[in-house]
């Protein structure tokens, strides 16, 4: 009996030898993330400032992690699409009345700043974030009066701004899903326009990709 006992306690020794590497990585915590890949889909709305309509925007980013993944750095490209429909009346013109139809093809390039409030491991995360922007716009207005086409008018514009914002992510899978509210600042001075400015509120949901 001596003996059997002898026995069980040799193999209770091993089997805790072989178990401590497994124990001793579980309670490891994993590393954090050091690169990132995001897409972006919602509304923007111009018509905060403007009489812009609503229109969906797509936004891509690609950056890298940094503060043990509390932060990361990514260059982000936009586009959006707002239009805009009027109409008014010209003594010059046969029929004494116009209508003109705008759309703008918005493209959007930059570099955010992101910082969560809460470790990365966390389930849930809070962030903020901050991003110059270059906006590039090309403008088509097409107008009609009494019928006949008035032409196609197009202009190309560019200028700096900056976009500000926050949201949440949701750890899911090997990324997080997110939601985030934004807000994009600017201005476009253009010959067929005049001052308009590029500035809307943001709506997005997406999911990030972390390596």
Same mark, same amino acid.
């Given at each position: 009996?001596?003996?059997?006992?002898?026995? @069980?306690?040799?193999?209770?020794?091993?089997?805790?030898?072989?178990?401590?590497?497994?124990?001793?990585? $579980?309670?490891?915590?994993?590393?954090?993330?050091?690169?990132?890949? $995001?897409?972006?889909?919602?509304?923007?709305?111009?018509? @905060?400032?403007?009489?812009?309509?609503?229109?969906?925007?797509?936004?891509?980013?690609?950056? $890298?992690?940094?503060?043990?993944?509390?932060?990361?750095?990514?260059?982000?490209?936009?586009?959006?699409?707002?239009?805009?429909?009027?109409?008014?009346?010209?003594?010059?013109?046969?029929?004494?009345?116009?209508? &003109?139809?705008?759309?703008?093809?918005?493209?959007?390039?930059?570099?955010?700043?992101?910082?969560?409030?809460?470790? &990365?491991?966390?389930?849930?995360?809070?962030? $903020?974030?901050?991003?110059?922007?270059?906006?590039?716009?090309?403008?088509?207005?097409?107008?009609?009066?009494?019928?006949?086409?008035?032409?196609?008018?197009?202009?190309?514009?560019?200028?700096?701004?900056?976009?500000?914002?926050?949201?949440?992510? &949701?750890?899911?899978?090997?990324?997080?899903?997110?939601?985030? @509210?934004?807000?994009? @600042?600017?201005?476009?001075?253009?010959?067929?326009?005049?001052?308009?400015?590029?500035?809307?509120?943001?709506?997005?949901?997406?999911?990030?990709?972390?390596?």
């Amino acid at each position: 009996m001596k003996h059997f006992n002898g026995i @069980l306690t040799a193999l209770s020794a091993a089997a805790s030898l072989l178990l401590l590497p497994v124990v001793a990585s $579980a309670a490891e915590p994993a590393a954090p993330p050091v690169a990132t890949v $995001a897409i972006k889909l919602g509304g923007a709305f111009p018509g @905060l400032f403007s009489e812009l309509d609503s229109s969906g925007q797509v936004l891509l980013e690609a950056g $890298a992690f940094f503060l043990d993944g509390r932060a990361d750095a990514d260059l982000v490209f936009g586009y959006a699409q707002p239009t805009a429909t009027s109409d008014g009346t010209d003594a010059r013109l046969g029929d004494g009345a116009y209508a &003109w139809d705008l759309k703008h093809d918005l493209v959007t390039v930059g570099i955010v700043g992101r910082y969560r409030f809460s470790p &990365w491991s966390g389930p849930v995360q809070l962030y $903020a974030h901050l991003s110059p922007r270059l906006y590039l716009m090309k403008t088509t207005v097409n107008g009609e009066s009494g019928g006949s086409k008035l032409g196609e008018n197009i202009q190309y514009d560019r200028e700096f701004g900056v976009e500000v914002g926050g949201g949440a992510e &949701w750890a899911v899978g090997p990324g997080a899903a997110l939601a985030e @509210l934004n807000l994009n @600042l600017g201005g476009l001075e253009g010959q067929i326009t005049g001052d308009v400015p590029s500035s809307a509120g943001g709506l997005l949901v997406g999911y990030r990709l972390n390596f």
